[in-house]
Every structure is written in C-alpha cells, then in structure tokens.
C-alpha cells in the first residue's frame, strides 16, 4: 500500500484526542485577614467521535455512494450499503479502473439484503480484494462484504459484529429449516466466495448465533478458522 493510503487509514484507526479545560476560582480570607484566591485548572482530554475522525479522512476524496477513492488502486468502503450501491461500486471503477483493493474502513451493514449479496458477487467478479484495517469496523452485512475479496485480509484487532437477519415479517434464520431458500441464499453465497461448505455452515451459524436485536463481537481470530486469508 502507498504513502498517501498509509496515511489516510492511520489518520481513521489512531486515536485524535481533544482536550477539554475547565477553570474552578475559590476565595478566602484567612485569620489574619489576608485574602486568599486559588485558581485550579482542570484539563480533560476527551477522544474524537469515530464518525467525526472518518468524515476528518475522506473530506475532499471522491466519492461513489458509501466509497472513497483512495488512491489509483485502493478504495474505502465507510458507510451502509443500500439499493444504490452496486451502481455506485460500478460507476466508481469505471471511473478509476485500476482500484484493487477494497478497505472496509466503517461498515455498518445495509438496508438491502438483496443489494448487498449483488454488490458482494461485483467485488469478485472483478477481482478485488478486501481488507480490514487495524481500526476497522465490520458489522452485521458487511460480513457478506467481507467474504466477496478475491483476496481477503484482516488486521488482529479488526472488529466483527455478528447477528441474525431480520425478514419483513420479523422472521429470523431459526424460524426456518437450514435448506429452506430463506437460509440457502446466505450458505449458496458464502459457499460462491470460495468457502467449503462445512465451513460456510459454521460460520452462517456463528454469524446467527445471536438474534438480530443484538450483536456478537468478534475478532480475526474468530473467523479465520472459517475463511480463507492472506
């Protein structure tokens, strides 16, 4: 990776704090007479918001949707994916053919299931890797976005969150047999993005291991042992 992308994901993952001072005055007239004041100063450094050091990053950079280009062969992924991501994705490379590498700097998940699992099968389809840097963020869908790399990559301290889907009827994966088409779309998928099918089935059962009003938090080392990395 290049200067200019080392920089930018160092500028998200490393803490930016900003300092706080407060300034109490007591005064007192002791024994004697004498007038006293203390002043006391009190300086509290408080850590800037994630969201506001992300927004820090990609100001100025170009911008697909919930993608920033980086440079000419790394983009980010730092927002939900929607209905409209896949043409984002599309018009991005078409825009910046040579980016290669993905990073899944802040990935909430999405608000279409369907969008998301189409825009995974594009980031295979044109040999693009995916990589979480030390910092990032990956949850819920993003999973699925993760799975797409041609090449997949995760720092130690990468962040997982894990939970059920949510059908419109509020129906979870347990309401449904394992085959079920409601279940095979999931375990059909990961098994397309390169993953044996034991392997797909313990991971599809860890990510639903918790219901969609919660989530697991995971590391690399939770889901290596199910997906193939670099």
């Known amino acids: 990776m290049n200067r200019i992308a080392r920089a930018f994901l160092l500028g998200i993952a490393c803490t930016a704090p900003v300092a706080a001072q407060d300034v109490a005055t007591r005064t007192w007239v002791d024994s004697h007479g004498t007038r006293w004041t203390e002043v006391t100063t009190t300086r509290t450094v408080v850590e800037e918001p994630r969201s506001q050091r992300i927004a820090k990053a990609i100001a100025g950079l170009p911008r697909f949707g919930p993608f920033a280009v980086i440079d000419a062969s790394h983009a980010a992924l730092v927002g939900e994916v929607d209905s409209n991501s896949p043409s984002q994705f599309k018009d991005m490379l078409k825009a910046h053919p040579g980016i290669r590498v993905l990073e899944l700097i802040d990935c909430p998940g999405t608000v279409d ?100 009003e919660e989530m697991l938090w995971l590391r690399t080392k939770d889901i290596k042992p199910f997906i193939p990395m670099e």
């Open 113 to 212: 299931d369907g969008a998301n699992l189409v825009l995974g099968r594009m980031i295979r389809s044109h040999g693009v890797a995916t990589d979480v840097p030390s910092g990032g963020s990956v949850r819920s869908g993003g999973v699925e976005i993760f799975l797409a790399g041609v090449n997949r990559s995760a720092a130690p301290d990468a962040e997982f969150g894990v939970h059920s889907w949510k059908d419109e009827s509020g129906h979870q994966p347990g309401d449904f047999p394992l085959d079920a088409p409601a279940n095979k779309v999931y375990l059909d998928y990961y098994r397309e993005m390169g993953l044996m099918a034991e392997d797909a089935e313990e991971l599809y059962a860890l990510t639903n291991s918790v219901p969609h």
